[in-house]
């Protein structure tokens, strides 16, 4: 069974800090996605990932992958409070590319 | 943009009432999922399309079935439903093929009582 672990579950950190998320999962792909979720909202597409090595960056966050690891990393730089959310990573894998996530890692940004 | 509607975003329901709720999505997309999300639970996969008629069983499908009879529409349906089935519900879609992302719809609340 394909397990996606992140960690950790919660984060709270001060504005400014530095920090990151971690995505292992348990079998070989190579497409990792990230997600963002706002209290009572849906899910927003933040990054895609598709290869050894890619790294995708937009404004304070950056996502990376290794597949050699099986983990993707989801670092934020100098946080603001906006960025307070849950933080949701996905695997897709066999041949109708069935999506399976891990569990959330809900960030709060202290002012 | 692409659109992911869910009919309804609350829904209130007894214990063993037949359940509906209806997904649409307006781009054209091959695959079409149901999520259930609970809390420290994560998004769990209930069912997944991945064409017209054609259904795949996710991680947790006991207690529910599903309907594509067209490509724009996948139905969730709760056959008999449990309070243990009250959850947020979400529907997504994306376009066959590596590298596509999905896109969600806003999510149904079902209660169970």
């Known amino acids: 069974e394909l397990k996606v672990e992140q960690n950790p579950l919660f984060l709270s950190m001060q504005e400014g800090k530095n920090y990151t998320i971690y995505c292992n999962y348990s079998t070989t792909s190579d497409r990792l996605y990230w997600y963002r979720q706002d209290p009572g909202k849906s899910l927003e597409s933040l990054f895609v990932l598709l290869s050894n090595g890619a790294v995708k960056q937009e404004g304070r966050l950056m996502a990376s992958l290794d597949t050699k690891a099986r983990l993707s990393t989801l670092h934020i730089t100098a946080a603001v409070h906006d960025l307070s959310a849950t933080y949701f990573c996905a695997v897709d894998i066999g041949d109708f590319n069935k999506f399976y996530f891990g569990s959330g890692t809900k960030l709060n940004v202290k002012p | 943009d692409v659109k992911v509607t869910q009919s309804s975003r609350y829904l209130v329901k007894r214990t063993g009432e037949k359940v509906f709720l209806e997904c649409v999505q307006d781009?054209?997309?091959?695959?079409m999922f149901w999520y259930r999300q609970d809390p420290g639970l994560g998004l769990r996969l209930i069912y997944f399309s991945y064409d017209v008629k054609m259904k795949e069983k996710g991680d947790i499908p006991e207690g529910y079935s599903v309907s594509r009879e067209k490509k724009e529409r996948f139905s969730l349906i709760l056959e008999s439903a449990s309070t243990n089935q009250t959850s947020m519900y979400l529907c997504?879609?994306?376009?066959?093929?590596?590298?596509?992302?999905?896109?969600f719809g806003e999510g149904s609340w079902l209660t169970v009582v």
């Open positions: 997504a879609s994306r376009l066959r093929g590596s590298g596509n992302t999905i896109y």
């Open positions: 781009m054209d997309h091959e695959n």
